[in-house]
């Protein structure tokens, strides 16, 4: 099943994928994976929110989903950056970076954990901190679909 949702995600097929994933989430709680492609379906629908909370979720399902990782890790980066507080509901900013109470995984030590591993993937060398942002950007890219 899980491969079929791949498939229909892939010819920008979303709410069919994303019926297919939630049905393996639903029937098996711990699957990291229907988890993963859940916030797939919601970054191609351009929820940037949702896509941070379900790869959060995902991730402390399988603290080893690499999958989840970048994406909770990017997501979390993208969502400072606009100046929105990661898991926040409904998408919108929190006052004073307070991350929202009662989430899936809570936000704040996730959005911590984050910044943690994208500070530390930071490039040596001067010069090549430059093409990090285009790689990042490539990545999301890539995870959008496009």
Known sequence: MLLQADRLLTVD??????TIYRRVADADPLNAIAVVGMARCALARE????????????????PQNDMARRMEA??????????ETPG?????AAPGGDA???GDAAPELISTAASSRIGASAPATP???RSAPLER???LDRLRGR
């Open 13 to 18: 097929m979303v709410d069919q994928a994303d």
């Open 47 to 62: 929820d940037d929110h949702e896509a941070y909370r379900l790869a959060a979720r995902a991730l402390t399902i399988d």
């Open 74 to 83: 990017r997501m979390a980066e993208v969502l400072t950056t606009r100046g």
């Open 88 to 92: 926040a509901p409904g998408g919108d």
């Open 100 to 102: 929202a109470p009662g």
């Open 127 to 129: 010069g090549a901190s």
């Open 137 to 139: 950007r490539s990545i």
